[in-house]
């Protein structure tokens, strides 16, 4: 969630360090600090309350100049956002350390430090980490072996960079729970949480493994494993171009993300499907072999992802006749689970780094499960690390808190999963895969007329300007694509917003319907559009405002208080992928009416790497 780059090199790093925390922004955004070991020899540092612009306002005030430093964007988790809690922390003026994650043993470190004479200055977990280590400094002089012994101490998650003064020829690091990447440079060398942040001096990365712990130097890097043996890890080249790091045209991130639809989902088609059917292998070597014995799916995910999962049930039981169970990551790692004979173990994720998942991972790992698979947009996460199976979405980096194409891409790598499972089980008629195939191949060009309807859309958004609550209703696989765009609403307008399955209305939430009410469905052509359009006409018959976006031949006319956007017709099993779309614009043009935050809504963060 909060962001870390650091840097060591013959060159000033300030400017880089403040660039690598502007493209992490996304990430975390109440705090923004650096410190650099200055050319006249000292420790010193900025920080600001609020964005990085704040930071770089203060550097251009009060310059930092320096080969070596760490700077970090911060998500608060202990401790209001302020500057006194804001990265790095300082023990003395010797130390300071950037940390991502959270220490669940701090107020008994406090404690003893505190015993020890160090004063606290801020509220954080992470002030007990600079304490300790300076405090392990007076055994073990050497900052690499000093800080092996601190994490030691620490229980919890944490992506650490360290700097001190007395050894300034080099950076550390140290990982578990919480990513860091190495970049590589020539005769200098970086770090950060994300790769995203140091593309602009590297494309040579090293990812650091869980319990590791580097010493970045200069010219070299010395890497230690969780049980302190000397390590070699794999460099991986990165290739894509920095198109992500740019929004173009548009003026949002989330509108250029959402626009980039029909192109993401075409690549994430790419080499996947064959002339009538999917391949299999797509999703690994062993991918039909395992397949052939699945019995049963277990999805867990988080959030946006979540809505995918849900999504996928339907289509797993009705088009793969696969029993399928879909648990909220943060539920599921929690409770004691029975597992069913030959379960796959799904996770999906946008990030690949969101703590509950990963989680919910691991603990699957020990509970017997057939095999597990991630549906992940970033190939280098923990979440892809560890699993057996992979199928990674091709929607690029997503910037926009509010995740749209990582959405959509993923709901087609879950139907490439329900075709698979169906061919390879024998429970899907080759004639319905062919036909789905041939339906996949023409989406791109769907989602294109969809994105079509952006004027419309934004006129729609009108209607909400001045409301303050909203429920969104689908019936089958429509349900979860309501959920979705009532979480977009909330997410970025902060407009109250709920989903309710259409059929449930009377069952309670038909008390809140009014005219102050808007309420939005989706209703593409299928066998539930008639008992649909009885519940629309429960809530006209209490006055409610309906917006609904609808088939072209399903029979759902504007009307006074009915407000129809027409929909270009789609396979039904498709339609969830189609619907999402209008919805997304929706909340993005209701957001900019508003004038929120669209990219950086508030208390949000666009990878959630704790608890
Ligand atoms: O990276 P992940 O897909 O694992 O993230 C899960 C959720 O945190 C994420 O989908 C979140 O709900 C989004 N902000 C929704 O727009």
Known sequence: MCGIVGAIAERNITAILVEGLKRLEYRGYDSAGVAVFTNDGDLDRRRRVGK?????????????????????????THGAPSEHNAHPHFSGDQLAVVHNGIIENYEALREQLKGLGYVFTSDTDTEVIVHLLHHKLKTDTDLA??????????????????????????LLAARSGSPLVIGLGLGENFLASDQLALRQVTDRFIYLE???????????????????CAVQREQVQYHEGAEAADKGEYRHFMLKEIHEQPKVVQRTLEGRLGTDHVLVNAFGPRAAELFAKVRNVQI???GTSYHAGMVARYWLEDL?????????????????????????????????ETADTLAALRNAKELGYLTSLAICNVGTSSLVRESDLTLLTQ???EIGVASTKAFTTQLVGLMLLTLSLGQVRGTLDAGVEAHLVEELRRLPTRLGEALAMDKTVEKVAELFAEKHHTLFLGRGAQYPVAMEGSLKLKEISYIHAEAYPAGELKHGPLALVDSDMPVVTVAPNNELVEKLKSNLQEVRARGGELIVFADREAGIDNGVGTHVVAMPHIDDSLAPILYTIPLQLLSYYVAVLKGTDVDQPRNLAKSVTVE
């Open 145 to 170: 072996d000093a800080l092996k012994s601190a994490v030691a101490e620490l229980h919890g998650a944490y992506g650490l960079a360290v700097i001190s003064a007395s050894q300034p020829d080099r």
């Open 320 to 352: 793969a006749g696969i029993p399928c169970q879909i648990e909220v990551a943060s539920e599921f790692r929690y409770r004691k689970v029975v597992v069913q004979p030959d379960t796959l173990f799904v996770t999906i994720s946008q990030s690949g």
């Open 300 to 302: 867990v995910a988080c």
């Open 210 to 228: 869980e319990g590791d712990i580097a010493e970045i130097r200069r010219d070299s890097v010395q890497i230690w494993d969780q049980q302190g």
């Open 395 to 397: 929607a690029g980096p």
């Open 52 to 76: 990085v612009a704040g930071l770089d306002q203060a550097l251009a005030e009060q310059p930092l100049a320096g080969r070596l430093g760490i700077a970090h964007t911060r998500w608060a």
